[in-house]
């Protein structure tokens, strides 16, 4: 049975934990840069899978997949946050693309990723502040997820478990999305997937222990070279700088 209090209490305790406050907008890929031992992956996973969480006594791994929408990738990171941290069913796991998941234990895990960047009193807060006539339109979801960084659908579905929006309206509300909030003024940077040349990265404790050998000079830099090769991180090894260009992705 989902406990959505204590879902969102745990929510708020681990924005706290890594150093943002119980309530704001907050900027997830920077909080978790800070959790020790964490390697963070970006890569094009395919069309099923979100994000992965690998976790045990020597290491910890969270990749997400890069091909889905800016908001999506947001989301799927505060989803496999759950599992770093409150998930004692395995040390493995594998999410699913699809919002509407099957398992108990991935409904937490998507609960939480809700909770955690959009906490519940701040969203009713921001709805009485962008929405004060109900019912909500796709104006006013579009805003909301603009606020909180949330992807479109992730949005709808927390607005529809929350009484104000109904599941009906699914299609209604997918429609015309990143032209609405071009319109609107807002940048499409939430609806766009990672430019193309920037979907393999790794960041985090790994690039941090390669470092470490670099400077204690404890393997050859053809082995250096090809530890960063490893984490798709070429632009380190050989210095580059790469062009940007990518599509569009609602999800
Ligand atoms: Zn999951």
């Known amino acids: 049975m989902l406990d959505k209090l204590d879902l969102s209490t745990k929510a708020q305790e681990l924005r706290e934990l890594l150093g943002g406050d119980a309530n704001s907008p907050v900027d997830i890929f920077s909080l978790v840069n800070q959790i020790d031992g964490l390697t963070l992956v970006f890569y094009p996973l395919g069309e099923n899978i979100s994000g992965m969480c690998v976790r045990d006594n020597e290491i910890r791994l969270i990749a997400i997949n890069s091909t889905m929408s800016y908001g999506r990738q947001r989301f799927s990171l505060a989803h496999e946050l759950y599992h770093l941290y409150y998930d004692d069913e395995s040390g493995f796991n594998v999410c699913s693309t699809k919002l509407n998941p099957k398992s108990e234990n991935e409904k937490c895990a998507d609960q939480f990723a809700s909770f955690f960047l959009a906490p519940y009193k701040s969203l009713r807060t921001a709805i009485k502040k962008f929405a004060e006539k109900s019912p909500l ?8 997820e603009q606020y909180f ?6 949005m709808f579905w ?3 478990s929350e009484g104000y929006l ?3 309206k699914l299609d209604d509300y997918s429609y015309g999305v990143i032209s609405a909030a071009r319109s609107l003024g807002y940048d499409d940077k ?6 193309v040349n920037y979907q393999r990265r790794t960041y985090g404790y790994y690039l941090k222990q390669v470092e470490e050998l670099r400077k204690k000079a404890l393997v050859s830099s053809g082995k250096i070279d090809e530890l960063l090769l490893d984490a798709f ?4 090894a050989f210095g580059l700088d790469e062009e940007n260009h990518g599509g569009e992705v609602i999800d």
Request: overall charge neutral; hydrophobic content about 40%; glycine content about 4%.
């Open 137 to 144: 339109s796709i104006q006013h979801v579009i805003a909301l």
């Open 149 to 154: 960084g949330m992807s479109h659908l992730a």
């Open 158 to 160: 927390r607005l529809v």
């Open 166 to 168: 109904s599941s009906e």
């Open 190 to 195: 939430l609806y766009k997937p990672t430019p």
């Open 233 to 236: 991180r070429d632009d380190i």
